[in-house]
């Protein structure tokens, strides 16, 4: 069954028909998904849906964008909930430099304290890094707790960066941007990295894959992301399934 790691099923976007889609999951192949945290008030709502669907899993986090209102009783917070039995991750959390606000220093420290409470619980992280390549490895050589395991979400670098993460036994999210026509650089990484370092992911409701690009992402769509990966490596598109849904499950130590 295809793994979604990425998800923001509590998005806006899916509030007149979320438990319609969600209910239709396992009839389109879809067999997990993990619910993001990007702010204080998401992070509640992933352990809301993890504790409501069996088969959706949940990661607590604040992204880059959102770090501002972050407080170290927000770090405690995030911290305890990490102790709930369907949080599988501290994610999404990140540098991104595509806007100026909040400050990079800002990012910059808030990332660290989330990584440090990562690794302090023990926890693999789900890594959002933007047009910030060197700042991201830089604070997460000095701060990550590489043994613990995590996913570059929605990677867009090089294949030299992609190489520095695959080394130290990080996954690569890779998901709609693999389908476009200015996504050659990722064709490129999803061709020399291992198929067991890869997994898939939407960031639904966001970066749906051609042929529906533009309109709402869901996991569904991630049949199309499979197909590319097929087709760039050469191989089943049912090996592409059963081994980055191994891989899923191998990162966020889900047992099944």
């Known amino acids: 069954m295809i793994f979604d790691t990425h998800a923001h099923y509590m998005d806006e976007a899916f509030a007149q028909d979320r438990d319609e889609l969600l209910a239709s999951m396992k009839d389109a192949g879809v067999g997990t998904i993990v619910e993001v945290g990007a702010s204080i008030s ?14 959706v899993y949940g990661a607590v986090g604040v992204h880059p964008e959102d770090v501002e209102h972050m407080t170290p009783e927000t770090v405690e917070w995030l911290k305890e909930l990490t102790k709930e039995p369907k949080i599988v991750a501290v994610g999404e959390i990140g540098l991104d430099y ?8 800002v990012q910059k420290e808030w990332f660290i304290r989330q990584l440090e409470a990562a690794k302090e619980m023990k926890m693999p992280v789900i890594i959002h890094s933007r047009d910030a390549a060197q700042d991201t490895l830089e604070i997460m050589e000095e701060h990550c707790d590489w043994s613990q395991g995590g996913v570059i979400h929605c990677f867009s670098y090089s294949v030299e960066m992609a190489r520095i993460y695959l080394k130290k036994g990080f996954y690569l999210g890779i998901g709609g941007v693999v389908t476009f026509k200015n996504g050659r650089k990722l064709v490129e990484v999803v061709k020399e990295a291992p198929l067991e370092q890869l997994v898939l992911e939407t960031d639904s409701p966001y970066l749906t894959p051609v042929p529906n ?20 490596k050469g191989i089943s598109r049912e090996e592409v399934i ?15």
């Open 42 to 55: 998401s992070t509640k709502d992933a352990v809301a849906l993890s504790r409501q669907y069996d088969f």
């Open 242 to 256: 059963r081994v980055t849904e191994q891989n899923a499950r191998r990162m966020y130590r889900i047992r099944g």
């Open 213 to 232: 690009r533009g309109k709402r992402n869901d996991s569904r769509q991630l049949t199309h992301v499979v197909d590319a990966i097929a087709q760039i």
């Open 98 to 105: 595509y806007y100026e606000d909040p400050t990079r220093q």
